[in-house]
């Protein structure tokens, strides 16, 4: 090659190299800058614990500050509420490091033993003497230092559970193989929710479905069709139920019954109007003096307008905003199609469920008695909502750069019992029958046999091609020796034989 023809490609090596522009000719296309921070391998899981972390701290100043007088008239330390919920708090931090050291292919395979353990609870708190009833509900089965809630185990595995079988069948994935597992499930669960009833329950399991078929790609007719086949279903609800139909009429017009069905939609308001632009003081609030029901739970988010103001609120709906980004940066991110599936699911049904809790309290949609995750008092609800940040902070992990991060940074000990790092960013649903067979996902053979079989096919591996490669010898083609100590020869492509492999 002559120096005229290379002096061309050096020059455009050096401007390369240098960044600077030439005189003439096309400007060079600009790269879109952002913050060199959210581009960190661990960004991630920074943002979901780092968001989850603030908002499990302003639950829990917020359920002292709301609870306080309410105990203190029922004859109670003050100080009671808030340390139950502080000591929750606790085990769920220790559901959280749980969650973080799960590994993703060990959450896969117990998923549907996980499953049938939720039909037999959501079967036995359905049994007088097992269940607790709470205001013509049965939803709680009595465990001493808490009530453990059935419903919100079961959001949570389900959104596993169709995570894992949507991943297994991505390869031959139509609209009906899409559905099929999935929908039917969410029929029985929903009908043994109505049962007990708990009608917010089935409406975040549909959180829980909406994030899985709009993650697995279900197309957009399609939930179209669901939004109208679910307003025909609640229309019935609401008919079958009186007072299902006392919700929407108060949602509509809060001031016709406002000793009644309005009562407490009407408090909500008044404690969000006093509260102003600044908020009247942490611990200044005049709802919570037994005025506005249920409101260290339910209506937790009026005492933060109160007392922290419209700026307090604000702070409370970034930090959601941060989680939902965090969960789909984390699904858009990571290579593994479980991880992908219930990432969406999880933070649909999250940011949903404080969607539903915060719409409601501002009067923008019917009361539904979901709480607001992280930071309303509750037992259960807290412990499984830490256990799913702990997921997520997991899920993160999983990412390719994340994966390449923890294997080679010099971490401490602490660090690395707490998180440790995974064995690959894919790891396989399945165990490895051998020592030497990686960590990943199956090969393509393997996964093009399944395929094979699910159309009523069969494909046999031969054991001239299987045998070497589980004994240790080396493979045929790949540069070994012979006995006599010449080289293998190469075959350019595998011999097919009639009736084997193809």
Same mark, same amino acid.
């Given at each position: 090659?002559?120096?005229?023809?290379?002096?061309?490609?050096?020059?455009?090596?050096?401007?390369?190299?240098?960044?600077?522009?030439?005189?003439?000719?096309?400007?060079?296309?600009?790269?879109?800058?952002?913050?060199?921070?959210?581009?960190?391998?661990?960004?991630?899981?920074?943002?979901?614990?780092?968001?989850?972390?603030?908002?499990?701290?302003?639950?829990?100043?917020?359920?002292?500050?709301?609870?306080?007088?309410?105990?203190?008239?029922?004859?109670?330390?003050?100080?009671?509420?808030?340390?139950?919920?502080?000591?929750?708090?606790?085990?769920?931090?220790?559901?959280?490091?749980?969650?973080?050291?799960?590994?993703?292919?060990?959450?896969?395979?117990?998923?549907? *033993?996980?499953?049938?353990?939720?039909?037999?609870?959501?079967?036995?708190?359905?049994?007088?003497?097992?269940?607790?009833?709470?205001?013509?509900?049965?939803?709680?089965?009595?465990?001493?230092?808490?009530?453990?809630?059935?419903?919100?185990?079961?959001?949570?595995?389900?959104?596993?559970?169709?995570?894992?079988?949507?991943?297994?069948?991505?390869?031959?994935?139509?609209?009906?193989?899409?559905?099929?597992?999935?929908?039917?499930?969410?029929?029985?669960?929903?009908?043994?929710?109505?049962?007990?009833?708990?009608?917010?329950?089935?409406?975040?399991?549909?959180?829980?479905?909406?994030?899985?078929?709009?993650?697995?790609?279900?197309?957009?007719?399609?939930?179209?069709?669901?939004?109208?086949?679910?307003?025909?279903?609640?229309?019935?609800?609401?008919?079958?139920?009186?007072?299902?139909?006392?919700?929407?009429?108060?949602?509509?017009?809060?001031?016709?019954?406002? =000793?009644?069905?309005?009562?407490?939609?009407?408090?909500?308001?008044?404690?969000?109007?006093?509260?102003?632009?600044?908020?009247?003081?942490?611990?200044?609030? *005049?709802?919570?003096?037994?005025?506005?029901?249920?409101?260290?739970?339910?209506?937790?988010?009026?005492?933060?307008?109160?007392?922290?103001?419209?700026?307090?609120?604000?702070?409370?709906? =970034?930090?959601?905003?941060?989680?939902?980004?965090?969960?789909?940066?984390?699904?858009?991110?990571?290579?593994?199609?479980?991880?992908?599936?219930?990432?969406?699911?999880?933070?649909?049904?999250?940011?949903?469920?404080?969607?539903?809790?915060?719409?409601?309290?501002?009067?923008?949609?019917?009361?539904?008695?979901?709480?607001?995750?992280?930071?309303?008092?509750?037992?259960?609800?807290?412990?499984?909502?830490?256990?799913?940040?702990?997921?997520?902070?997991?899920?993160?992990?999983?990412?390719?750069?994340?994966?390449?991060?923890?294997?080679?940074?010099?971490?401490?000990?602490?660090?690395?019992?707490?998180?440790?790092?995974?064995?690959?960013?894919?790891? &396989?649903?399945?165990?490895?029958?051998? &020592?030497?067979?990686?960590?990943?996902?199956?090969?393509? =053979?393997?996964?093009?046999?399944?395929?094979?079989?699910?159309?009523?096919?069969?494909?046999?591996?031969?054991?001239?091609?299987?045998?070497?490669?589980?004994?240790?010898? &080396?493979?045929?083609?790949?540069?070994?020796?012979?006995?006599?100590?010449?080289?293998?020869?190469?075959?350019?492509?595998?011999?097919?034989?009639?009736?084997?492999?193809?």
């Amino acid at each position: 090659m002559t120096s005229t023809e290379t002096r061309p490609r050096t020059a455009r090596a050096d401007r390369e190299r240098t960044g600077s522009r030439p005189t003439g000719g096309r400007r060079p296309a600009r790269r879109r800058v952002g913050p060199a921070w959210l581009d960190g391998p661990m960004t991630s899981c920074h943002l979901v614990l780092g968001s989850a972390g603030l908002l499990l701290l302003i639950g829990l100043v917020m359920v002292f500050s709301a609870s306080a007088i309410e105990a203190a008239l029922d004859d109670q330390p003050a100080w009671a509420p808030g340390v139950k919920q502080l000591v929750l708090a606790c085990i769920g931090l220790g559901a959280l490091v749980v969650g973080m050291r799960l590994p993703v292919g060990l959450v896969r395979r117990h998923a549907p *033993k996980a499953l049938v353990v939720v039909f037999a609870l959501l079967l036995l708190v359905l049994i007088p003497g097992i269940g607790l009833e709470r205001n013509g509900a049965r939803q709680w089965i009595p465990l001493g230092v808490t009530d453990f809630q059935p419903s919100e185990l079961g959001k949570l595995v389900f959104a596993l559970w169709g995570a894992h079988m949507l991943a297994l069948r991505e390869r031959y994935m139509t609209t009906r193989a899409l559905l099929v597992p999935v929908l039917p499930v969410f029929g029985v669960l929903a009908l043994l929710l109505i049962a007990e009833p708990d009608f917010g329950g089935v409406v975040s399991l549909g959180l829980v479905l909406v994030g899985l078929l709009w993650a697995g790609g279900l197309p957009l007719r399609w939930f179209g069709a669901f939004a109208a086949a679910g307003a025909v279903l609640l229309a019935l609800m609401v008919l079958v139920a009186p007072y299902r139909m006392e919700r929407v009429t108060a949602f509509m017009d809060p001031f016709a019954d406002p =000793t009644n069905t309005g009562f407490q939609a009407i408090r909500g308001f008044y404690a969000l109007a006093s509260g102003g632009l600044w908020g009247v003081g942490l611990g200044n609030s *005049k709802m919570k003096w037994n005025i506005l029901p249920e409101a260290e739970s339910d209506y937790i988010f009026a005492i933060i307008g109160e007392e922290l103001g419209f700026l307090g609120c604000l702070v409370v709906v =970034t930090l959601y905003g941060v989680l939902a980004y965090a969960g789909f940066r984390i699904a858009r991110r990571s290579a593994d199609r479980f991880v992908q599936l219930a990432s969406v699911a999880i933070t649909v049904w999250l940011i949903g469920q404080a969607t539903m809790n915060m719409g409601y309290v501002v009067g923008m949609l019917p009361v539904t008695g979901v709480t607001l995750p992280l930071i309303s008092a509750g037992g259960t609800s807290l412990i499984l909502t830490l256990f799913i940040v702990g997921l997520l902070a997991r899920f993160a992990c999983s990412e390719p750069a994340a994966v390449e991060h923890l294997r080679a940074a010099d971490r401490s000990r602490l660090a690395r019992l707490l998180l440790p790092a995974p064995a690959s960013a894919v790891e &396989p649903a399945r165990p490895r029958r051998f &020592p030497d067979e990686p960590a990943g996902p199956p090969p393509a =053979t393997g996964a093009a046999r399944t395929l094979l079989h699910s159309r009523g096919t069969s494909a046999r591996r031969s054991p001239a091609r299987t045998e070497p490669a589980r004994r240790g010898a &080396p493979a045929r083609g790949s540069g070994a020796t012979t006995r006599g100590g010449a080289p293998a020869r190469r075959d350019p492509a595998p011999r097919r034989r009639p009736g084997g492999d193809r």
